[in-house]
């Protein structure tokens, strides 16, 4: 985080935050931070509000158990809003929906651009004990070789009943898929790109 949040461009100190899950990129809710309940964010990695209503400092899910898990915090150009990136625990609203705007949360699509961001940085900065970099230092022919091995294992998977070795071999092909992408310097929105054309 490179900005700091301005609490003193409000006259009661607080600022509006926005609450968004980590993986889905939906927006879970709307609520009010001053420079204490900011700081309790950071500190217990929970977010924690001001409560206009009570008055008070306001932890969500200290009374429903659906606390909202901190992963990371963004301030905006002018200093005076904040983003939380959070991973709920249960719903977020009150009312027992998903969000406050009664949207369900569902498509967990962000964590392909949190993996997309940690294969490319085992690329870039190699570790001995990452199975990613060993991969990378194998050359391209390795990791296609591996799409196309993890290709047919999925293949076989899909003429069994067996749904949990399916979803593991699916999961295998799509981190090798999307390694292979970066071995390529391709990014996968760039495929994204293609079958967005493809639906005109």
């Known amino acids: 985080m490179n900005r700091k949040p301005d609490f003193s461009k409000d006259a009661q100190g607080l600022l509006p935050a926005v609450i968004q899950d980590i993986w889905t990129n939906k927006v879970l809710m709307l609520g009010y931070m001053n420079e204490e309940a900011f700081e309790k964010t950071r500190e217990e990695k929970k977010v924690t509000f001001f ?10 899910g200290e009374e429903s158990g659906n606390f909202l898990h901190l992963i990371d915090i963004k301030i905006d150009c002018d200093s005076d809003a904040i983003l939380i990136k959070a991973k709920p625990e249960g719903p977020t609203c009150h009312t027992g929906d998903d969000t406050c705007w009664e949207e369900t949360n569902t498509g967990k699509v962000g964590f392909l651009d949190y993996l997309k ?9 190699p570790s001995e004990k990452s199975y990613t970099s060993s991969l990378f230092a194998r050359g391209i022919n390795k990791v ?7 290709a047919v294992e999925l293949v076989i998977e899909a003429k069994d009943d067996n749904k949990d070795l399916f979803l593991g071999e699916a999961a295998d092909l799509m981190f090798h898929y999307i390694t292979l992408l970066e071995a390529k310097n391709i990014d996968l929105d760039e495929v ?5 054309k493809r639906h005109k």
């Open 117 to 125: 961001h940690t294969i490319r940085d085992r690329k870039e900065h």
């Open 144 to 150: 296609a070789q591996k799409v196309g091995e993890e």
């Open 51 to 60: 409560s206009r209503s009570k008055n008070r400092l306001w932890t969500k």
């Open 192 to 196: 994204i790109d293609v079958l967005i």
